[in-house]
């Protein structure tokens, strides 16, 4: 149950991340697309990827400490 409840709070900080931002990070960590794939796609460079990965994480953890942790 408490797997499932913090699985849905996941999907809901998601849902607050920006449209190309939640797309990326959802095809790197979540489908584990390759990175050169999604590169391409949004016509963007590895390591700027790896910067929007970045960022998607640091606003899922303070989304999560403020919905889910607390």
């Not at 390759?34 to 960022?55: F, G, M, Q």
């Not at 640091?58 to 400490?65: G, P, R």
Request: charged residues 30%; negative net charge.
């Amino acid at each position: 149950m408490e797997n499932e409840e913090l699985g849905l709070a996941i999907l809901e900080c998601l849902d607050k991340l920006s449209e190309k931002q939640a797309a990326i990070f959802r095809k790197k960590t979540i489908e584990n697309q390759d990175t050169d794939a999604i590169c391409k796609e949004y016509n963007i460079t590895p390591s700027n990827l790896w910067v929007i990965i970045h960022r998607a994480r640091k606003s899922l953890i303070e989304c999560l400490e403020k919905n889910w942790f607390n």
